[in-house]
């Protein structure tokens, strides 16, 4: 039985008159509605209160993001200092044809540019040139320029966003893109950095070996056991912005060498975001 009805069933077994009982019900109902008002407030309170919460926090994150905006955007200067897309121009080193909406200052179409870029062989050559009495194999990588890579950078994203843009996202994230540039520079390093000695050192470098130096300094299996510390001594890796360059003093024994695909170097570019 609800409180309620009890109260009602004692108002009638002790001969209170209609008038009290309705007087009764009255006050219940003043009684409940007051009571629902004050949850309904203690409600309207709590939310207010988170709400204010969560504006302090998301206030004090844009504040702390104006140092690490500016120090993230000094980085993604540097690399713009290799060189940048000008607005008018209709192809790249990396694109035949520059579609108009690369320019866009719109933020998610810029997004798009990072999962477009591949690897284009025109900027991979290799050849042979002659020093004295030494034989210097080089291949000269360019890979893509900043802007190639993770899209255009409109002049008014360099200035840290209103508070407005902040809150809906509508800036650029230049520590995310300079991550993710240097990611694809170190995964193209890979390939060509004897330091380093990556599994996929010198991968997609074809050479043959002379008969008679074969069985002796070489594995029959291989061609050329890269790791040994005669070769990684006459190696070396430059960069210049966006170029690397590869020498390889070439000891006798190597008879001929090339490029023999671009697989490995392809990969670097479908991997890089992952």
């Given at each position: 039985m609800k409180k309620k009805d009890i109260n009602l069933t004692q108002l009638e077994l002790f001969?209170?008159?209609?008038k009290d009982k309705e007087k009764f019900e009255?006050?219940?109902l003043e009684k409940e509605k007051i009571e629902k008002e004050k949850l309904a407030l203690q409600r309207k309170v709590t939310r207010q209160k988170k709400?204010?919460?969560?504006?302090?926090e998301e206030e004090a994150r844009y504040a702390?993001?104006?140092k690490s905006f500016h120090k993230a955007l000094e980085q993604t200067?540097?690399?713009l200092s290799w060189g940048r897309i000008?607005?008018?121009i209709k192809k790249t080193n990396y694109y035949s044809e520059l579609p108009s909406h690369f320019f866009s200052e719109d933020i998610d179409e810029r997004e798009d540019w990072k999962y477009e870029i591949c690897h284009k062989r025109k900027?991979?050559?290799s050849n042979i040139h002659i020093d004295g009495e030494e034989r210097i194999f080089e291949i000269k990588w360019r890979l893509p320029l900043f802007e190639e890579a993770v899209g255009y950078i409109a002049d008014k994203y360099m200035n840290y966003p209103s508070f407005e843009d902040f809150q809906e996202r509508n800036f650029i994230d230049f520590e995310e893109d300079n991550e993710m540039y240097k990611e694809l520079i170190d995964s193209c390093r890979n390939l060509l950095d004897p330091v380093i000695k990556h599994d996929y050192f010198l991968r997609g470098v074809d050479f043959s070996v002379k008969k008679t130096?074969?069985?002796i300094y070489y594995s029959e299996l291989e061609d050329l056991n890269l790791i040994q510390s005669e070769n990684l001594k006459s190696m070396s890796l430059t960069q210049d912005k966006n170029v690397f360059t590869f020498q390889w003093k070439l000891p006798d024994e190597i008879s001929k060498i090339r490029l023999a695909d671009d697989d490995e170097f392809s990969a670097c570019f479908r991997y890089w975001l992952q």
């Open positions: 001969n209170f008159d209609l009255k006050k219940q709400i204010k919460q969560e504006e302090q702390v993001g104006k200067k540097k690399y000008p607005p008018k900027n991979l050559t130096f074969k069985n």
